[in-house]
């Protein structure tokens, strides 16, 4: 054998064991990567107490760290009394937040009609979302949450106007403009299941694919899957409290078809067994779902909703607000135990 011929052999057979090792190392799986996320808390939480007159907007930031050392914020834009478009104002919430070293994580509009079927009512309300893109922006948010399905009519009892298909077309249209508009703003607009048609995930979901805009998402809400429910017997909010779900989609099942889309997570809670567990919702298989969708790295919402039950409708087996707000984060964190 010449020379020649040995040396490629010889230069073939280093290939083909580098080629062994590279196939042995593929074999190999990197570790998983450990599941966690970040708890943020929802200004709802503190609904009766912010409609009482016993804090305000401003206070928030404090209270959140203060009082539970949770240092993400998720606004409400109802709580801001239309002061969004006072800079003065803005200036001042962000230096509170600034100065206690908080996250403002995103604000929940809950604004004129995305869907709304006639086209001046609908630009309408595109435009009326505008202003809370530029405070969110301001405040150093990442999104701005909001409803595609009509609140009023879930408020009245109604039937919402107009077919599924319909709304779906209004919604790609209407949440579509507003997408463009925020996403020259950097930010996220994310739907949370919430009003009339919002609460079918497969509706939702069916809105996500038609569009394209990278900063579009779901904000799945544990407790939002009430398709119907009765009528309020009075125009309040004690009124509506009061109300019981006759129609109800799948919850684990609307959450694994959301996860695909989301950009976050709502974790409701309205009261606790005596083991500190959700009865209304099974976290650990609610989690165990988001985890193997392989969601990770996010931000989970405490939105406490019993003290709100309590105050406003005189249910006191329902713990305070405080109380509430404690319970849901031990139970994020014993989640984070668990499956993390």
């Known amino acids: 054998m010449n020379n020649s011929r040995r040396q490629f052999l010889n ?36 609904a009766s107490e912010l409609w009482g007159g016993k804090m305000t907007n401003m206070d928030f930031p404090a209270r959140a760290k203060n009082d539970y050392d949770i240092t993400i914020l998720e606004y409400v834009s109802g709580f801001f009394n239309n002061k969004h478009t006072d800079q003065g104002y803005l200036k001042e919430l962000k230096q509170r937040c600034d100065d206690l070293g908080m996250k403002n994580h995103l604000i929940m509009v809950d604004g004129e009609n995305l869907t709304a079927l006639d086209d001046a009512a609908r630009l309408k309300a595109v435009e009326a979302h505008y202003p809370w893109v530029d405070a969110a922006k301001f405040l150093g948010c990442s999104a701005i949450r909001v409803n595609l399905g009509d609140a009023m009519a879930m408020i009245s009892g109604k039937k919402e ?15 579509g403009k507003l997408l463009e508009y925020a996403g020259k703003a950097g930010l996220n607009v994310i739907v949370e299941n919430h009003f009339g048609v919002s609460t079918d995930p497969d509706w939702l979901v069916g809105v996500m694919k038609q569009l394209k805009a990278t900063n579009k998402g779901l904000l799945p809400d544990f407790g939002n899957f009430c398709a119907e429910r009765s009528k309020p017997e009075t125009q309040d909010i004690k009124g509506i409290m009061a109300t019981k779900c006759v129609k109800e989609h799948e919850k684990y099942e609307g959450v694994k078809k959301m996860m695909p889309y989301a950009k976050g997570i709502s974790a409701k809670t309205h009261q606790f067994d005596a083991n500190g567990n959700d009865p209304e919702t099974d976290f650990i298989k609610m989690f165990k779902i988001i985890k193997d969708s392989g969601w990770n790295n996010g931000i989970v919402g405490i939105e406490y909703e019993g003290g709100l039950m309590r105050d406003m409708g005189g249910d006191t087996t329902k713990p305070s607000n405080d109380e509430g707000i404690r319970q849901t984060k031990a139970l994020l964190e014993k989640v984070l135990a668990e499956l993390g």
């Open 161 to 175: 106007e107009g077919t599924p298909a319909q709304l779906a077309t209004a919604a790609v249209d209407g949440y």
């Open 11 to 46: 230069q073939l057979g280093f290939a083909s064991a580098g080629l062994g090792l590279v196939s042995l190392d593929s074999l190999i799986a990197a570790p998983a990567a450990k599941f966690k996320f970040d708890i943020s808390l929802a200004e709802f939480s503190f």
